[in-house]
């Protein structure tokens, strides 16, 4: 008796531990802050990197959709610098004249990102006017898409991934950021 | 409790296997019990499992991919696509950046880059430019304020920039009029508007942003109002005058209108706003623009807007071809209201009835009121705002124009943004239902030598090219006579979808369209930007005329926008077809119909600039034979530059 009792309570326990790091749609309804990162990251056009992107910063748990969007473009910028310095070593050891103009224009890129876009959409999302700050993460996700179209015919694209994820990321803090209009 | 050690495996799938051994009277509820909640726990496991699986790790990202880059071809990387500047997912399928072309090796070097300065629109010497503020006439200058960022060629740190002319078109600049010194502008001396009082004394309201970032409305006004060139300005010590009422985002407060006069002698304003979706104008009346009452009612309201920004307000008259001081009411007066808005980045307008007492306005035509009707511009153009020229009893409006290609361009080039040329503004007495807009006269002071051509027949499928000098600094007005016999025997289809958005552009032939000019064209077309009227017959025999900006080809450079801009315009038994271009290097104005439909973009050709940039008929209809007679302009410079010796 006593053994089944503890069985069932333990397996109870178990499962409801279970039940709270799955997503059901119940749970969104009391708004925690899992849930406002995962309600925001549905909309935007990359979710798991959205997810993966803000959950990673302490401060998402409790922020609210501007919160969000900050902690979104903290990311961005990190990401971006270290790509830039990334093109920046690369372009010391680069022999090749077709790779070191690509990755010249990506440099070019990369500091538009860092020094304007960026900021832009910072200084929108904590001054109020969020469709200037839709605009720069745009900027940032176009300039990215710019830097990888010319290595369209290189054989090598070394900064791929890293692109990637800086115009992805840039997509998603511009869907955020809309949702501040 | 029991010792519950030997249970722990049970974290593993197989919840129920440790149980199979007991034997007692209860062992079938038992094992239901734990065979239930075992596979519960399977399920959510597994669920668990799976959901991980899915997602990606922002570190994975990218370790995963390192591993294929040798075989890596660019063309893979679709995944990776241009966004929809201001069309985030979930609104809007379509891209702002519109794939294709070639791409140079070097997109933009400093000659096509400085080619796309202007030579006669407003525009600061350097840096970034938005919304245009507070215009007005005063002794003898008409003064623009506007949105400025000293020290970039992007949005940021905005202050108050200025500029004054005689003409509306010589301008030349003043010192910063306003900065973000206070704590109420920290964050953002934002727009606003000016009223000139029954003394002639001017008041200026404009939007601050705080430090803490909210938004509030300030009180400023000349320095020395004997100064023509109201170059100081002082801020009122008590500012803010307004904060956001109860109910009101300290995010969604801003840009006060000029004041009118109510019946009752006070004076009222009305400011943009939201609630949750629907677009609202909050109206407050004051007597001396530091103390307000809101009003219980709205100006108006629009579900599914969003917010409102640059409100506009003002009469127009029914019957005469002057404009109208801000504060006229009466029989033969209709009333604007506008609304930029914020979701969509459009400036859009409706006509309506003011009723001065509650202070409501109601449009003619609901269904198409304030954001889901006409729009100003179908192209580039946004936060504009009129205001009354007493000098030459004119309404005129000023129209921010921001650019189409990327920040990394701007900010290479170190500008960004131009105002559009300001624009006389009247009620379209033949329609009943538009407004009419067009370049001010003094423009046609620019006009240097000028060359007609009259009556150039262009048949169907064919290009004429025009023989002018220079083709980057124009004003062309051209007519397009059409065969009514080749419109009666067109069939007529169920082409009522017709947009020009979603066409093929001016390469889409249709039976009766398109056709009309080649501007910032190279001799070989291999860049090109067409504005052309597109006509349509649907099955009950009624010809519908679209006026449309199309850009898809208008540059090699894959980073610029490449959208088809325009609209229906609506076009009156025995009307020609007419079209005004203002050609001024990277800024095409285009005025259908004597302003009825205005299409304004931004062209950034690689080939088709200097002395390479040409202006062509062209008519891809099908069934269609065209005569055009056309006038086109050189024209001059604006010289617009620093007010000498201040």
Same mark, same amino acid.
């Given at each position: 008796?006593?053994?089944?009792?503890?069985?069932?309570?333990?397996?109870?326990?178990?499962?409801?531990? @279970?039940?709270?790091?799955?997503?059901?749609?119940?749970?969104?309804?009391?708004?925690?802050?899992?849930?406002?990162?995962?309600?925001?990251?549905?909309?935007?056009?990359?979710?798991?990197?959205?997810?993966? /992107?803000?959950?990673?910063?302490?401060?998402?748990?409790?922020?609210?959709?501007?919160?969000?969007?900050?902690?979104?473009?903290?990311?961005?910028?990190?990401?971006?610098?270290?790509?830039?310095?990334?093109?920046?070593?690369?372009?010391?050891?680069?022999?090749?004249?077709?790779?070191?103009?690509?990755?010249?224009?990506?440099?070019?890129?990369?500091?538009?990102?860092?020094?304007?876009?960026?900021?832009?959409?910072?200084?929108?999302?904590?001054?109020?006017?969020? &469709?200037?700050?839709?605009?720069?993460?745009?900027?940032?996700?176009?300039?990215?898409?710019?830097?990888?179209?010319?290595?369209?015919?290189?054989?090598?694209?070394?900064?791929?991934?890293?692109?990637?994820?800086?115009?992805?990321?840039?997509?998603?803090?511009?869907?955020? #950021?809309?949702?501040?209009? | 409790?029991?010792?519950?050690?030997?249970?722990?495996?049970?974290?593993?799938?197989?919840?129920?296997?440790?149980?199979?051994?007991?034997?007692?009277?209860?062992?079938?509820?038992?094992?239901?019990?734990?065979?239930?909640?075992?596979?519960?726990?399977?399920?959510?496991?597994?669920?668990? @499992?799976?959901?991980?699986?899915?997602?990606?790790?922002?570190?994975?990202?990218?370790?995963?991919?390192?591993?294929?880059?040798?075989?890596?071809?660019?063309?893979?990387?679709?995944?990776?696509?241009?966004?929809?500047?201001?069309?985030?997912?979930?609104?809007?399928?379509?891209?702002?950046?519109?794939?294709?072309?070639?791409?140079?090796?070097?997109?933009?070097?400093?000659?096509?880059?400085?080619?796309?300065?202007? /030579?006669?629109?407003?525009?600061?010497?350097?840096?970034?430019?938005?919304?245009?503020?507070?215009?007005?006439?005063?002794?003898?200058?008409?003064?623009?304020?506007?949105?400025?960022?000293?020290?970039?060629?992007?949005?940021?740190?905005?202050?108050?920039?200025?500029?004054?002319?005689?003409?509306?078109?010589?301008?030349?600049?003043?010192?910063?009029?306003?900065?973000?010194?206070?704590?109420?502008?920290?964050?953002?001396?934002?727009?606003?508007?000016?009223?000139?009082?029954?003394?002639?004394?001017?008041?200026?309201?404009?939007?601050?942003?705080?430090?803490?970032?909210?938004?509030?409305?300030?009180?400023?006004?000349?320095?020395?109002?004997?100064?023509?060139?109201?170059?100081?300005?002082?801020?009122?010590?008590?500012?803010? #005058?307004?904060?956001?009422?109860?109910?009101?985002?300290?995010?969604?407060?801003?840009?006060?209108?000029? /004041?009118?006069?109510?019946?009752?002698?006070?004076?009222?304003?009305?400011?943009?706003?939201?609630?949750?979706?629907?677009?609202?104008?909050?109206?407050?009346?004051?007597?001396?623009?530091?103390?307000?009452?809101?009003?219980?009612?709205?100006?108006?309201?629009?579900?599914?807007?969003?917010?409102?920004?640059?409100?506009?307000?003002?009469?127009?008259?029914?019957?005469?071809?002057?404009?109208?001081?801000?504060?006229?009411?009466?029989?033969?007066? &209709?009333?604007?209201?506008? /609304?930029?808005?914020?979701?969509?980045?459009?400036?859009?307008?409706?006509?309506?009835?003011?009723?001065?007492?509650?202070?409501?306005?109601?449009?003619?035509?609901?269904?198409?009121?304030?954001?889901?009707?006409?729009?100003?511009?179908?192209?580039?153009?946004?936060?504009?705002?009129?205001?009354?020229?007493?000098?030459?009893?004119?309404?005129?409006?000023?129209?921010?124009?921001?650019?189409?290609?990327?920040?990394?361009?701007?900010?290479?080039?170190?500008?960004?943004?131009?105002?559009?040329?300001?624009?006389?503004?009247?009620?379209?007495?033949?329609?009943?239902?538009?407004?009419?807009?067009?370049? #001010?006269?003094?423009?046609?002071?620019?006009?240097? &030598?000028?060359?007609?051509?009259?009556? #150039?027949?262009?048949?169907?499928?064919?290009?004429?090219?025009?023989?002018?000098?220079?083709?980057?600094?124009?004003?062309?007005?051209?007519?397009?006579?059409?065969?009514?016999?080749?419109?009666?025997?067109?069939?007529?289809?169920?082409?009522?979808?017709?947009?020009?958005?979603?066409?093929?552009?001016?390469?889409?032939?249709?039976?009766?369209?398109?056709?009309?000019?080649?501007?910032?064209?190279?001799?070989?077309?291999?860049?090109?930007?067409?504005?052309?009227?597109?006509?349509?017959?649907?099955?009950?025999?009624?010809?519908?005329?679209?006026?449309?900006?199309?850009?898809?080809?208008?540059?090699?450079?894959?980073?610029?926008?490449?959208?088809?801009?325009?609209?229906?315009?609506?076009?009156?038994?025995?009307?020609?077809?007419?079209?005004?271009?203002?050609?001024?290097?990277?800024?095409?104005?285009?005025?259908?119909?004597?302003?009825?439909?205005?299409?304004?973009?931004?062209?950034?050709?690689?080939?088709?600039?200097?002395?390479?940039?040409?202006?062509?008929?062209?008519?891809?209809?099908?069934?269609?034979?065209?005569?055009?007679?056309?006038?086109?302009?050189?024209?001059?410079?604006?010289?617009?530059?620093?007010?000498?010796?201040?």
């Amino acid at each position: 008796m006593n053994n089944t009792i503890s069985l069932t309570l333990l397996h109870l326990a178990f499962c409801f531990t @279970l039940v709270s790091f799955t997503p059901i749609s119940a749970l969104e309804l009391h708004g925690t802050g899992a849930n406002m990162v995962e309600t925001t990251c549905q909309k935007t056009p990359f979710y798991n990197l959205c997810v993966s /992107a803000l959950k990673s910063d302490p401060r998402s748990s409790g922020a609210d959709v501007a919160g969000l969007a900050q902690i979104g473009t903290d990311k961005l910028k990190a990401k971006a610098t270290a790509t830039l310095r990334q093109i920046t070593a690369l372009l010391k050891v680069a022999k090749d004249p077709k790779l070191k103009m690509a990755l010249r224009d990506c440099a070019d890129y990369y500091n538009a990102i860092v020094k304007y876009d960026i900021p832009v959409a910072v200084e929108a999302v904590t001054k109020g006017d969020p &469709k200037f700050g839709v605009e720069g993460a745009t900027d940032a996700a176009n300039e990215a898409y710019a830097c990888g179209r010319g290595f369209k015919n290189q054989p090598k694209f070394p900064i791929y991934a890293s692109n990637k994820v800086v115009h992805d990321l840039s997509a998603v803090v511009a869907s955020i #950021v809309q949702l501040l209009l | 409790m029991a010792d519950i050690s030997p249970l722990l495996p049970v974290s593993s799938s197989d919840g129920s296997s440790d149980l199979t051994g007991q034997a007692t009277c209860r062992r079938p509820i038992k094992v239901v019990v734990s065979i239930f909640f075992g596979l519960l726990t399977v399920g959510l496991f597994a669920a668990l @499992l799976i959901r991980n699986n899915g997602s990606v790790d922002y570190v994975d990202v990218h370790e995963n991919e390192r591993g294929s880059l040798a075989s890596m071809a660019f063309e893979k990387a679709e995944n990776l696509k241009p966004v929809s500047r201001g069309l985030a997912a979930g609104v809007s399928e379509k891209s702002n950046w519109v794939f294709g072309g070639d791409l140079p090796d070097h997109p933009w070097n400093n000659s096509m880059l400085s080619w796309q300065r202007t /030579a006669f629109h407003f525009q600061p010497e350097k840096n970034w430019m938005n919304d245009p503020n507070g215009p007005l006439f005063y002794k003898g200058w008409y003064h623009l304020f506007y949105q400025y960022n000293p020290n970039a060629a992007v949005w940021g740190h905005i202050v108050w920039g200025h500029a004054v002319s005689k003409d509306l078109i010589h301008w030349l600049h003043l010192p910063l009029a306003m900065a973000a010194d206070q704590w109420y502008d920290k964050n953002g001396v934002w727009t606003g508007s000016a009223t000139i009082l029954h003394d002639g004394k001017i008041v200026m309201l404009y939007t601050g942003s705080t430090t803490e970032g909210v938004q509030v409305q300030n009180l400023a006004y000349p320095a020395d109002q004997y100064d023509p060139l109201l170059v100081h300005w002082v801020k009122y010590p008590r500012n803010p #005058v307004l904060v956001p009422p109860p109910g009101i985002s300290p995010n969604d407060f801003r840009d006060p209108t000029t /004041a009118w006069l109510t019946s009752e002698g006070k004076w009222r304003i009305t400011i943009g706003s939201k609630i949750n979706k629907t677009g609202i104008a909050l109206v407050y009346d004051t007597k001396d623009f530091i103390n307000y009452e809101m009003l219980d009612g709205l100006l108006h309201a629009v579900p599914g807007t969003g917010m409102w920004e640059c409100v506009d307000f003002f009469p127009v008259s029914e019957t005469e071809n002057n404009g109208l001081e801000t504060s006229i009411n009466g029989p033969g007066v &209709k009333h604007v209201v506008k /609304a930029s808005l914020d979701d969509d980045r459009h400036d859009y307008y409706a006509i309506g009835t003011y009723n001065n007492r509650n202070g409501t306005w109601i449009p003619d035509r609901p269904n198409i009121d304030v954001g889901i009707g006409l729009r100003y511009d179908y192209g580039i153009y946004y936060a504009a705002k009129t205001f009354y020229d007493q000098n030459k009893k004119r309404r005129v409006l000023w129209g921010w124009i921001g650019e189409s290609d990327s920040e990394a361009a701007d900010v290479k080039k170190g500008w960004a943004s131009v105002q559009s040329i300001p624009r006389m503004i009247l009620f379209d007495k033949k329609t009943g239902t538009h407004l009419l807009q067009w370049p #001010v006269e003094e423009i046609d002071s620019l006009r240097l &030598k000028g060359k007609e051509f009259n009556q #150039v027949r262009i048949q169907a499928g064919s290009v004429v090219p025009l023989d002018i000098d220079s083709a980057t600094q124009l004003d062309i007005i051209a007519e397009f006579k059409i065969d009514s016999d080749a419109l009666e025997k067109a069939t007529g289809s169920s082409d009522a979808s017709f947009d020009c958005a979603t066409s093929g552009g001016a390469a889409e032939r249709g039976a009766l369209g398109p056709f009309g000019l080649l501007v910032l064209a190279d001799e070989r077309l291999r860049e090109q930007t067409p504005v052309y009227f597109y006509m349509t017959k649907g099955s009950n025999g009624n010809l519908k005329t679209f006026f449309c900006n199309d850009q898809s080809r208008s540059s090699k450079a894959s980073d610029v926008d490449k959208h088809i801009y325009g609209s229906l315009v609506p076009v009156l038994r025995g009307e020609n077809l007419s079209i005004r271009i203002l050609v001024d290097h990277s800024i095409i104005e285009s005025f259908g119909q004597g302003g009825r439909t205005v299409i304004t973009s931004r062209v950034y050709p690689t080939k088709a600039i200097y002395g390479a940039a040409k202006v062509f008929l062209f008519n891809n209809a099908t069934e269609l034979n065209v005569t055009a007679s056309l006038k086109i302009w050189q024209m001059n410079s604006a010289f617009i530059q620093p007010y000498p010796n201040l």
